[in-house]
């Protein structure tokens, strides 16, 4: 199953429009997985909240640009050890610098967690 949440792509007056967005998302996300919780349905259902980049460090008038070098992706559930962070960008956030991972390692990683044994 996919949920989808548009209007994330900020280009000015990010803090006020981030927090807005995500006060939006915040209380259902946390919902679903305490329900998916509840049910003992967690373990076994594998949660993704990602985009397809991040946001450049540095300000470009009143906002910030698309960034593809270094995002957050949260995942939850179905195999995920939680409270996990995994990879580092440089001392600025402009480039990922330490355990990078490619979208394509992200779609490998999510293959295994649902049962996926092929390696190619």
């Not at 989808?4 to 997985?33: E, F, M, S």
């Amino acid at each position: 199953m996919q949920l989808y949440h548009r209007g994330w792509d900020h280009h000015g007056n990010i803090k006020a429009a981030a927090a807005k967005t995500a006060k939006l998302v915040d209380q259902p996300a946390a919902a679903l997985l305490k329900d998916l919780k509840q049910r003992d349905m967690l373990k076994d259902t594998l949660v993704v909240w990602a985009g397809e980049f991040g946001r450049t460090p540095m300000a470009q008038g009143s906002g910030r640009d698309h960034h593809i070098k270094g995002f957050s992706i949260w995942m939850a559930g179905g195999g995920i050890k939680g409270g996990t962070s995994y990879g580092n960008t440089d001392e600025l956030g402009y480039n990922a610098v330490e355990n990078v991972v490619t979208v394509h390692d992200v779609h490998a990683t999510m293959l295994r967690l649902l049962g996926s044994t092929t390696s190619s």
